[in-house]
């Protein structure tokens, strides 16, 4: 069975630090694999997504994850943290094409001043 | 412009009444889904339909129920059963078929609160 596991509920950084949120996944065949990013009180907004193209993938805001099948990862970076950038983070996957996504706990991104 | 309706924004309700939560869209997507968000849980799947007439049960179906007897339309009811209905939902839609990954979108959710 499929399976997310995101490391950190929550991570605090500076503005202008780098920002990464681990994420792990478990699938049995190739993943396909997403960061979504939720406001408090509003839904989700996909960031970017991983369908087996290439493996450095570029996402709105300034997020990029890089897919890692040998560590089965997928981590979200962006290099300079905006105050903009605080809210929950969610890795999800999806073994097929028309299956549902299954989510990760979330971590929340706070950004200190 | 297209997109997903969920209403209402926030709904409260006495413990033991049924409630059901509206959703719509009008992206012209064949499929739709039904999350449940409670703080640190992240989502997880109630039910999803991937054609009218037609829908399936996800990690938590119990205690809720759905109907799909139109695209557009996909609405949850949270029954007497479910035993702690407190929690955020949201409503997703994709399309279906080939042509690489069909990704969700994500209406902006219902907040229930039962008293």
Redesign the interface.
Known sequence: AQSVTQLG?HVSVSEGALVLLRCNYSSSVPP?L?W?VQYP??????LL?Y?SAATLVKGINGFEAEFKKSETSFHLTKPSAHMSDAAEY?C?V?EG??T???????TRLSVIA | DGGITQSPKYLFRKEGQNVTLSCEQNLNHDAMYWYRQDPGQGLRLIYYSQIVNDFQKGDIAEGYSVSREKKESFPLTVTSAQKNPTAFYLCASSRTGTGGYNEQFFGPGTRLTVL
């Open positions: 509920s396909y997403f979504y009180n509003q839904g989700l907004q996909l997504k369908t969610f999800a999806s094409r028309n549902p996504l299954v989510f990760g706990k979330g």
